[in-house]
């Protein structure tokens, strides 16, 4: 969600502080700002909407100094304004705030209560107060920190700049992350490893409840309990080339090219292409005696947990439950007693499935992590850590990171499978045979891109487009239809294709495309059916299948896709690519902001 990074530094810093803004567009914002220390002042300046609008304002106003603090703000509490953009000032300090301030309208009425003036309708105003009134009170900024901090309920990353103190930065994380990084005569702070890659490699993580004081010298780390400690300094890894798109024209439809690269190479982590076999990461429990999956995620991440549910069923005949993160908790779900609770994340700094995997190690339960950032917050707590490696994901919109997981949770069903009994090594051996042809068949999805582009035009006027598909087809007409309204903006809906004629054919009319995925077997028949009764209706109907299957359903079409033919374990995978490709096209041809969407944030940090 929002970007916060911090130089300490030894030259000057707003324009590598805007550049760190800058890495971090990814994320998701709507305002911008930053704040440098100059001869004893606070500079501050701010502009909403997009970050070449700050720029602007600082060519016209330039901020000295060679210390400061530079944010990114995805709007919670209060619209997007300059008046509600971080940082906030005060008479002593500037703060910026990733997360939320759950209990902020009862600091705020305290405060305000004993004379403070507030300037924003934000929750992050309050602590920038709190802080400042202990300050001017003569505290110094590290002890009137440390009180603060726990008077705070909700999640935070802040880093904090004093006007009194000009050499110095306080950083403080707690259900947000928030890493430090080392340099040559200057020290860091950054909402991730990426804000800081052309800074530095040499970074440290933050754990819950830590506050840092940064200077040049470095860094001094206290834990929750104000007890100075020791965080581990490790490579990053980092690239600053990684937010390059190259010569694409966005980073979505760069990453979309990317997936049969990225594909396989997580699934070289996960199978033993000479010995046919699927090999996981060490596991320290027994997984054949694990008789309940529990899988928790929360968006694309949701629908790639929806398509494991069938395989895990069907491959090792393990029962498995499946939940939105964000409702998870308040349905106070039963855990039986030696489960496995599955949690599926890009970040893995989401908030709500961060939240929900907390709640099940609290339960007992095994914990197992699907995740892009061997790094985050989720991969730490993990018991068993699952990367996905599809590398930085910069559009707001996952394609990549998507596959990728498909990929891993495909490895782990038949891992699974093996061992409950349920695989032969025969078995076992075809399974890793068809993953293995995965990046070759994505290669082959790839090579439609000009005609669904061509087509796109088709599907751009429309105000409504329903998705459908059967079995492991079914998440993916749900993701469709994501993908199409998170970049384009039109209204779009995913339904399993036999319940279509439940409710959702009231809707059919020659206004309303149809986007059917079917690729030909066992329930092709069925979602033809289902397409002719679209038909019936007047709906136009776009059609994603392989050549079998197109043959078999015959004219009518408004247009079609022609997909490889290709074994159902990894057909998820492959139409993956024509839905994200239509989603693209159809945002390109109506000039959205495709890898910033409106109103969307790319690590959800605040349930």
């Excluded at 989603?583 to 041809?589: E, F, L, N, P, R």
Aim: charged share 20%.
């Amino acid at each position: 969600m929002c970007g916060i990074i911090g130089i300490v530094g030894n030259r000057p810093v707003a324009e590598r502080l805007v550049d760190g803004l800058r890495r971090m567009e990814y994320r998701g914002y709507d305002s911008a700002g930053i704040c440098t220390l100059d001869d004893g002042a606070l500079v501050r300046r701010r502009a909403e909407g997009k970050l070449l609008n700050l720029v602007a304002e600082l060519e016209r106003s330039p901020a000295a100094g060679m210390v400061g603090i530079a944010h990114t703000r995805w709007a919670t509490h209060g619209a997007p304004t300059t008046n509600n953009a971080h940082p906030h000032v005060t008479a002593e300090l500037a703060l910026v705030h990733n997360g939320i301030i759950e209990n902020f309208r009862s600091l705020r009425g305290e405060l305000q209560a004993r004379g403070r003036t507030f300037e924003s309708e934000t929750d992050t105003e309050v602590v920038a107060h709190l802080i400042s009134e202990q300050v001017e009170a003569g505290r110094s900024p590290e002890d009137a920190v440390r009180d603060i901090l726990p008077q705070l309920r909700g999640a935070f990353a802040l880093a904090i700049a004093f006007r009194a103190h000009p050499d110095m930065l306080i950083g403080a994380r707690l259900g947000s992350p928030l890493v430090v990084g080392y340099g040559d005569g200057e020290t860091y702070l950054g909402s991730d490893a990426l804000a800081l890659a052309p800074l530095t490699q040499k970074i440290a993580y933050l754990e819950e409840g830590d506050w840092v004081v940064v200077t040049r010298d470095g860094a001094t780390i206290y834990d929750a309990n104000g007890e100075q400690v020791t965080r581990e300094i490790t490579t990053s890894g980092a690239s600053a080339a990684a937010i390059e798109k190259g010569n694409y024209r966005h980073f979505m439809l760069k990453e979309i090219f990317e997936q049969p690269t990225v594909v396989a190479q997580t699934l070289r982590s996960y199978l033993r292409p000479l010995e046919q076999q699927v090999a996981l990461p060490q596991i320290d429990f027994d997984i054949s005696g694990v008789d309940r999956v529990t899988i928790v995620a929360c968006g694309t991440s949701y629908y790639a947990g929806m398509v494991a549910k069938y395989w895990f069923e069907q491959f090792a005949r393990v029962p498995v439950d499946i939940d939105f993160a964000s409702e998870f908790r308040y349905r106070q779900p039963v855990l039986p007693e030696g489960g496995l609770a599955l949690f599926i994340s890009q970040s893995g700094e989401t908030a709500d499935t961060l939240a929900a995997l907390r709640h099940c190690k609290a339960e007992g339960q095994t914990i197992a992590v699907v995740v892009n950032v061997p790094t985050s917050s989720m991969a730490r707590e993990a018991d068993l850590l699952l990367p996905t490696h599809a590398g930085p994901e910069i559009g707001v919109a996952s394609t990549k990171a998507f596959t990728c997981q498909l990929a891993v949770l495909a490895a782990l069903a038949a891992h699974f499978a093996v061992k409950k009994g349920r695989l032969s090594p025969a078995e076992e051996a075809e399974i890793v045979a068809h993953l293995l042809e995965a990046p070759a068949c994505l290669n082959a999805a790839l090579a439609h891109d000009e005609e669904i582009a061509a087509m796109a035009h088709l599907i751009a006027p429309a105000r409504d487009v329903l998705y459908l598909g059967r079995g492991p087809d079914f998440p993916l007409a749900l993701e469709g239809a994501l993908k199409l309204k998170e970049i384009s903006y039109i209204h779009a809906e995913g339904y399993a294709a036999g319940e279509m004629k439940h409710g959702p054919i009231a809707l059919i009319d020659e206004a309303v495309p149809v986007i059917v995925l079917a690729p030909s077997g066992p329930l092709f028949e069925k979602t033809v059916s289902n397409m002719q009764e679209v038909r019936a209706r007047g709906g136009k109907i776009v059609l994603i299948s392989d050549a079998e299957g197109l043959e078999e359903a015959g004219e009518g079409c408004l247009a079609t896709i022609e997909m490889p033919s290709v074994h159902p374990l990894i057909a998820p995978l492959v139409y993956a690519v024509p839905v994200q490709l239509l989603a693209y096209h159809v945002a390109v041809a109506k000039g959205t902001d495709v890898d910033q969407p409106r109103n969307l944030a790319k690590s959800v940090t605040v349930e």
